[in-house]
């Protein structure tokens, strides 16, 4: 796919894989911390009354759906991130001029961004992933 391609409404393809790269594991990590805890907070102390097992029984797999479905998100996301970055490479910049070089500097920096946050957020996916192994969600701390 041609980087300098603009489509019909005027924006770029790349910039929006960008905004994927950028976004999508965030927003994993985001869904999977608010339906978790939603549900384990539900399912375990209703009515703030705090219960040895969950009111539901499904409970334990719903968490462990949830949570790989958001872990493979993350991934996707932190795989599109890595992969903006190596396509976004200083190779060709001595060729560019003026806004394009500009363009071609955004792009490179906002991948870098992308990638270092995607990393970071799909660590805390893995470490969420490993807590809900180890600690049952209506145990004491």
Known sequence: MDRDM?????????MRWLLIGLLATPLAWLLQMLSMETL??????????????????WL??????ISA??????TA?????????????PKEWGALSG??????????F??????MCSTLFLFALIATDVALALVSPC???
């Open 6 to 14: 603009t489509l019909p409404d005027g924006s770029h393809p790349a």
């Open 40 to 57: 384990a907070a539900q399912a375990c102390y209703p009515f703030n009354q705090p219960l040895s097992a969950p009111v539901v029984p």
């Open 60 to 65: 334990r797999a719903a968490l462990v759906t």
């Open 69 to 74: 479905t958001c872990l493979l998100a993350g």
């Open 77 to 89: 996301g932190s795989l599109i991130a890595w992969r903006n970055l190596r396509k976004t490479g």
């Open 99 to 108: 806004a394009r070089r500009s363009r071609a500097e955004l792009e490179r």
């Open 110 to 115: 906002l991948s870098r961004i992308a990638m």
């Open 139 to 141: 145990g004491w701390w």
